[in-house]
């Protein structure tokens, strides 16, 4: 998907909206009052990324597409602002310092591979999102991740332990492993 400086923008204040109108009216924007462009009406899975002052203070999202474009930015940005389980649900006080990052997922595709360093070579090449699972355990990083851990077995070690898993899962055989592009997009410094 791509989308104009124009587009994204208005995703970002929408986003922005819904949280400004809930702790401005003490319920959830409905987004059926929202004028809301044909092109936004795609169903796309998304996640939500709420940092303060840079540090991450929530991130929620979807795998795979359950609604339209435009109402699972909304639905997520109230998940990482009140459900994210490692942090505590935001106040109203901190919005002024909250930036927002939305990330539109591509469709994530199984990596079938034969040995490890197959593995590992792609994602050395290709910085992209990954999803393990492994029997009913699983987890994702967004492509953002990389950022922070730079080889792929770090990257998939802690993606193991996210998981529930042993950090060496990733080597068994029984791994299954998604890859998938994100599109991602994030406040200025002077937007709000």
Same mark, same amino acid.
């Given at each position: 998907?791509?989308?104009?400086?124009? @587009?994204?923008?208005?995703?970002?204040?929408?986003? #922005?909206?819904?949280?400004?109108?809930?702790?401005?009216?003490?319920?959830?924007?409905?987004?059926?009052?929202?004028? %809301?462009?044909?092109?936004? +009406?795609? +169903?796309?899975?998304?996640?939500?990324? $709420?940092?303060?002052?840079? %540090?991450? #203070?929530?991130?929620?999202?979807?795998?795979?597409?359950?609604?339209?474009?435009?109402?699972?930015?909304?639905?997520?940005? /109230?998940?990482? @602002?009140? @459900?994210?389980? #490692?942090? *505590?649900? $935001? &106040?109203?006080?901190?919005?002024?310092?909250? =930036?927002?990052?939305?990330? %539109? $997922?591509?469709?994530?595709?199984?990596?079938? /591979?034969?040995?490890?360093?197959?593995?590992?070579? =792609?994602?050395? +090449?290709?910085?992209?999102?990954?999803?393990? &699972?492994?029997?009913?355990?699983?987890?994702?990083?967004?492509? &953002?991740?990389?950022?922070?851990?730079?080889? *792929?077995?770090?990257?998939? @070690?802690?993606?193991?332990?996210? !998981?529930?898993?042993?950090?060496? !899962?990733?080597?068994?055989?029984? %791994?299954?492993?998604?890859? /998938?592009?994100?599109?991602?997009?994030?406040?200025?410094?002077?937007?709000?």
């Amino acid at each position: 998907m791509k989308l104009t400086k124009k @587009s994204k923008n208005f995703l970002l204040k929408l986003s #922005r909206t819904a949280l400004e109108h809930l702790f401005k009216f003490g319920k959830e924007l409905d987004p059926n009052t929202i004028d %809301i462009p044909e092109k936004f +009406k795609e +169903k796309k899975a998304t996640f939500v990324t $709420l940092t303060k002052n840079s %540090i991450l #203070r929530g991130c929620i999202g979807k795998l795979k597409p359950t609604c339209e474009l435009y109402k699972d930015i909304i639905e997520n940005t /109230y998940s990482a @602002s009140f @459900s994210d389980p #490692r942090f *505590p649900q $935001l &106040q109203k006080e901190e919005l002024k310092d909250i =930036k927002i990052e939305i990330s %539109i $997922l591509d469709t994530p595709q199984k990596f079938e /591979y034969k040995t490890h360093k197959e593995l590992t070579d =792609k994602l050395s +090449k290709e910085k992209c999102g990954v999803i393990i &699972q492994s029997g009913f355990h699983s987890a994702t990083f967004l492509p &953002q991740v990389w950022e922070e851990l730079k080889t *792929p077995e770090e990257f998939l @070690s802690h993606l193991c332990l996210k !998981a529930g898993l042993e950090n060496n !899962a990733w080597k068994d055989k029984n %791994i299954e492993i998604y890859l /998938y592009n994100v599109l991602k997009f994030k406040e200025n410094k002077n937007d709000k």
